[in-house]
């Protein structure tokens, strides 16, 4: 394996699962901080345990504690940047994948001028970053968009909301054209069918079942629309920036080589490409519209928004990946849960205690995949797997499992950089314990970096190095090529 010289290195994390300190300093509520911890959901039911109705975000709101809502208190990084930023150098980051709070900057979406302390914020945050050696790559929206712009629109449904977006990402943009270089538009774009609330504001009580595939795709097509203002925008406002956009990698495999399996996996991966051929080619491709019109979905576009694609074509491509699925026509095919999808379960591959599928072979696989559809350069900006972690009585946390698990996904990507893939850079997920996306769950952990805190907020927040926090910082310093 040969990674290039000046690879970057680094770790990704999520403003709502991290900052905490949910309405400090002028922030105004976003859709995470009314997402509640579940001790008993089905993780097969991911779906439903992420919608939301107005009479839940009502009650929600007027629960002035973070006792069911542990987004609201994420690990206190907003008062802990710092520290933790100086364990990620120590580690050796190059960089380090962050999200910007749209509600920090602008509390409610609407306000005419953004709010001063949430921006200082965060260039305080870049500055230090800076000064450590360590390159923001800047997420626009990670899941955490205005509860306001929800409750008023019904989130992206309304098109409004792209000058809302366009609004803030210029201010960013302004603000931080110093210190920031690379930005994403939205993370995992693909994911609004999976959990539409949580992507994309929408309300699903709002919205009858028959229509849901109807309202998503046409929310979509806003944030596809915003996403290429972004693109043109940042360019203008900073010269030589790269702008990226970020899909949940979601490879499926036919779980026979029966061909009525081989299309069923066909159709699913066709689908989850879509969402970043638009923003790679700046057109909807000639399949995906075949299938709106033989599901009866009908987009409502403006004049001009061929052409806005076409003119914000993203730089490169930014994936998450944690498992690959199967496919199956059979009716009677064991399922199992994977990042807030479920998939025919393959019978070739160990499954993590919430059953989402290893399979280290499948990120090459993505990986060529990728770049020989788009050919442009690849990151992959999440990659990691959730475990329970013990803490022995001497204070050490030993996690073989996690190291055994980067060790193999790690090798199979310098596999595919040799075989000719152009990549930038790693980010995992997470470089320090946080809250669960998908859960709301703290015992599910991810980090190289212990936090002392646990499911329904008790602990003291000490920062505590794992064992993989060593074997990282290794493998960092070699470049990719030490992995034992």
Request: negative net charge; glycine residues 8%; charged residues 25%.
């Amino acid at each position: 394996m040969s990674f290039p010289q000046g690879f970057f290195w680094g770790g990704a994390l999520a403003a709502n699962q991290v900052e905490g300190a949910w309405n400090v300093d002028g922030k105004g509520p976003s859709v995470a901080d009314v997402a509640t911890y579940k001790p008993n959901t089905d993780v097969k039911d991911y779906a439903a345990h992420n919608a939301m109705s107005d009479a839940q975000i009502a009650a929600a709101m007027a629960d002035p504690s973070d006792a069911a809502y542990p987004k609201r208190r994420g690990i206190d990084f907003y008062h802990r940047y710092r520290e933790d930023l100086a364990l990620f150098a120590e580690m050796g980051f190059t960089m380090l994948r962050v999200s910007i709070a749209w509600t920090r900057i602008f509390p409610t979406g609407e306000e005419e001028e953004p709010n001063e302390k949430g921006l200082q914020f965060y260039e305080d945050l870049f500055t230090e970053m800076r000064r450590l050696g360590i390159e923001p790559l800047v997420t626009l929206s990670h899941y955490e968009m205005p509860l306001a712009l929800a409750t008023k629109y019904n989130g992206w449904v309304d098109r409004r909301v792209i000058d809302c977006f366009t609004k803030f990402c210029h201010v960013c943009f302004v603000r931080y054209k110093d210190l920031v270089k690379y930005w994403l538009t939205f993370n995992e774009v693909d994911s609004i069918l999976r959990h539409p609330f949580t992507t994309a504001g929408i309300i699903p009580s709002r919205v009858p079942a028959d229509q849901m595939a109807q309202t998503c795709y046409q929310a979509l097509h806003h944030q596809l629309v915003a996403s290429a203002l972004v693109v043109r925008d940042c360019h203008g406002v900073i010269p030589g920036s790269k702008v990226g956009c970020m899909l949940t990698k979601l490879t499926t495999y036919a779980r026979t080589c029966a061909p009525a399996d081989e299309l069923a996996a066909q159709a699913k991966n066709l689908e989850n490409l879509f969402y970043a051929d638009v923003q790679v080619w700046g057109e909807y491709p000639r399949l995906i519209l075949r299938m709106f019109e033989r599901k009866g979905i009908t987009i409502r576009t403006e004049p001009g928004d061929d052409a806005i694609l076409k003119a914000g074509c993203v730089d490169f491509v930014s994936c998450s990946y944690y498992m690959t699925m199967t496919e199956s026509v059979d009716p009677h095919a064991e399922r199992t849960p994977g990042n807030t999808v479920l998939g025919v379960k393959n019978p070739y591959l160990p499954s993590s205690e919430w059953g989402w599928q290893i399979d280290p072979q499948g990120l090459r696989y993505s990986l060529i995949e990728l770049y020989d559809r788009y050919r442009k350069p690849l990151m992959v900006v999440e990659n990691g797997v959730g475990a329970k972690d013990t803490v022995e009585p001497d204070g050490s946390i030993h996690d073989p499992y996690r190291m055994e698990y980067f060790r193999q996904h790690i090798a199979e990507m310098g596999k595919a950089i040799d075989e000719g893939v152009e990549m930038w850079g790693y980010t995992s997920w997470a470089p320090i314990d946080l809250i669960s996306a998908s859960t709301n769950q703290m015992s599910k952990r991810y980090g190289f970096i212990y936090v002392d805190q646990d499911d329904e907020g008790r602990g003291t927040l000490e920062r505590r190095r794992k064992d993989s926090f060593y074997w990282y910082q290794k493998v960092i310093a070699s470049n990719g090529a030490d992995l034992a």
